[in-house]
């Protein structure tokens, strides 16, 4: 891919994420999934059965890196186009290159295209044939679902391999490398010198990756170059920081940090406290917390805590989730901060988590109960002849409900679920009121008369 000299002088003097790239498959730090043992990938690449396939993940998750190794082992020329800067007719000159290339000597291609969900619909078109026929391999690499962003077309003849962001365990291992072959020993104002890199300082550096190696070893190098500017030999959050150019935020998200915050922050929400539940999500998203467990702490807590009192909130926390998953980071903060907002400024009810708790609670002290006969199945041969259903009342024969009793015998008193006076909730307060104090007899009111579940 590279003349002898030209990489000679990269392998000095490329930034440090390009010198650490791995040289064999085996190097690869994270993504086991794909690459260990057994895994797909791996398995396509023992058996000489790689097709063309499209990688997508987060940035520095290693697509393009693998992307390289998987053509190197493959033994193929491997060419790479950006679907920023590349049309049509980049992709048609790689193709008949390509077909050539096979023709001539045998040698396969893989064609690696950057951004592929950038690619217009007729420019992934021009692949489908070289594709389907082999002419070519692709390797397609995104930071978008392919299902939102690439032709069905396409995506039916590619295999598709997810990338994970890396753990900042795995980032560790990355530097822990890097350091021990030699990116400690900078130049500075008096020659070359080595910088210890303490291990607190490389956990830092690890977690503000935020599952980013690339982005890690940019700060570890920028750190590195600055303290051998200033004739600093150790080191030290500050630097680390001022190399990268923003504060740190030391956030493991396996230790006490992630339970701390995240339950400051479901507090917050509870407290109906905007700015604090803002502040913990902030924390969070700069600590490399992954989005989707926030967005599903959000769908349980509008059930939990807000319940009936705002009945839209579910549907706001379920939206959040969606989008979530939809748009990923940087920008689905956005919808997690909307939906923080309007899930900490709701009423609040826990009645329905107590109901549940309650019930839940009554099945397990004294067994599951047998419902009524008169609510038992009907939909089989000889219920009829059990009783099932006789005696059963329909309620919209009766304007919408009526005075039967619905739990077993031995419940017929219980109460689960006790609404409060918040929001909308206050409403099916009263209306059960009314319907508790008809099964009781203690009303008279006409049960003929058509009413709805809101009064």
Request: some cysteine; charged content about 25%; glycine content about 10%.
């Amino acid at each position: 891919m590279f003349s002898d000299g030209l990489a000679a002088d990269l392998a000095q003097n490329a930034p440090l994420p390009a010198r650490m790239r791995p040289r064999r498959i085996e190097e690869v730090v994270g993504q086991s999934h794909l690459l260990g043992p057994g895994a797909p990938l791996r398995v396509a690449l023992e058996t000489g059965t790689v097709g063309s396939m499209i990688f997508f993940g987060p940035p520095g998750s290693g697509k393009t890196t693998v992307a390289r190794l998987v053509a190197e082992r493959m033994g193929a020329f491997y060419q790479e186009l950006s679907a920023v800067s590349s049309g049509v007719g980049e992709v048609r000159k790689v193709i008949e290159a390509a077909r050539d290339r096979r023709a001539q000597s045998g040698r396969r291609t893989v064609l690696f295209i950057d951004e592929i969900h950038r690619f217009s619909k007729s420019q992934q078109d021009a692949l489908l044939h070289a594709v389907e026929d082999g002419i070519l391999t692709l390797i397609g690499a995104s930071t978008e679902n392919p299902y939102f962003e690439v032709i069905p077309a396409l995506i039916s003849r590619c295999e598709l391999y997810q990338f994970q962001p890396l753990s900042a365990s795995e980032i560790r291992v990355l530097l822990d490398r890097a350091l021990a072959m030699g990116a400690a020993k900078v130049p500075g104002p008096s020659g070359a010198q080595g910088i210890e890199a303490p291990e607190e300082v490389r956990d830092l550096i690890a977690e503000a990756g935020l599952g980013d190696a690339r982005r890690a070893l940019t700060i570890l190098e920028r750190s590195l170059v600055l303290a051998a500017a200033k004739g600093v030999t150790v080191l030290h959050r500050e630097l680390v920081e001022e190399a990268a150019q923003r504060k740190l935020v030391l956030y493991d998200k396996q230790a006490d940090a992630h339970y701390d915050v995240i339950s400051a922050f479901i507090k917050s929400m509870r407290g109906s406290d905007p700015d604090a539940a803002l502040y913990y999500l902030a924390v969070m998203l700069t600590g490399g917390e992954d989005p989707k467990f926030i967005a599903r702490r959000m769908v349980i807590f509008a059930s939990e805590d807000i319940g009936n009192a705002d009945p839209r909130a579910l549907e706001v926390a379920v939206a959040v989730a969606r989008a979530v998953e939809f748009v990923g980071l940087p920008e689905c903060r956005i919808n997690l901060a909307q939906g923080v907002t309007y899930l900490s400024c709701a009423l609040k009810s826990n009645a329905s988590y107590r109901a549940i708790e309650e019930a839940m609670a009554e099945v397990a002290e004294h067994g599951a109960q047998a419902p009524p006969v008169f609510l038992r199945s009907t939909g089989y041969s000889g219920a009829a002849a059990l009783g099932h259903g006789v005696g059963y009342r329909y309620p919209h024969d009766e304007g919408g409900y009526n005075s039967q009793r619905y739990l077993p015998e031995a419940l017929q008193e219980k109460e689960f679920y006790r609404p409060t006076t918040s929001g909308y909730e206050a409403r099916i307060g009263d209306f059960l009121e009314r319907v508790r104090a008809l099964r009781r007899g203690e009303s008279q009111g006409d049960s003929s008369e058509s009413k709805d579940a809101a009064g």
